[in-house]
């Protein structure tokens, strides 16, 4: 028997989002560890963003993440959009064991592209219940076409990396 979601404590429900964006954090940033030296050593585009930038702003899109999934389950959202908000958190979750734990900015590149295109579906799926869910991911969406085009300019500049 499911319940809807009008019985389910919200807030509880937020917190139980909060905690899940926050596993992705804290699995990336175990991951990238050595993310400061790493990206010290690398050749980068004129347009990278300095080192320091990365942690402020990936706190505020994790938290945009975690309220659109939110708003998105108050409407009652579909299973589609919820598999692909959680398939679109796993290649999240990937990029930074691929890129700073595994040293493969070429796998780290093919699963951005991947979140890419998941996180895109999920804002597609999103707005059919919640505009507002939507609108939320929209600054995570372009951060993420950024760093698609870092990844790949990194891969061009250090072309030694494997």
């Not at 019985?7 to 596993?23: D, H, K, M, Q």
């Not at 990029?95 to 998941?118: H, Y």
């Not at 804002?123 to 600054?139: C, E, K, M, N, T």
Request: aromatic letters at 16%.
């Amino acid at each position: 028997m499911t319940t809807s979601t009008h019985r389910r404590n919200p807030w509880v429900v937020l917190v139980v989002f909060f905690v899940l964006v926050a596993v992705v954090a804290i699995v990336g940033s175990l991951a990238a560890t050595s993310a400061p030296e790493t990206y010290a050593r690398l050749v980068l585009p004129e347009w990278a963003p300095p080192a320091k930038l990365f942690g402020p702003v990936w706190t505020l899109l994790y938290v945009l993440l975690a309220f659109a999934g939110w708003v998105y389950w108050r409407t009652d959202g579909e299973t589609q959009g919820f598999a692909m908000y959680g398939v679109s958190l796993l290649f999240n979750l990937l990029w930074a064991p691929l890129f700073f734990a595994g040293g493969s900015t070429r796998l780290a590149c093919v699963d951005i592209i991947l979140l890419g295109f998941t996180t895109l579906m999920t804002i597609g799926l999103f707005y059919r219940r919640s505009h507002l869910a939507a609108v939320l991911l929209l600054p995570y969406f372009f951060w993420i076409v950024y760093a698609t085009a870092l990844n790949v300019a990194i891969i061009a500049l250090n072309e030694n990396l494997n």
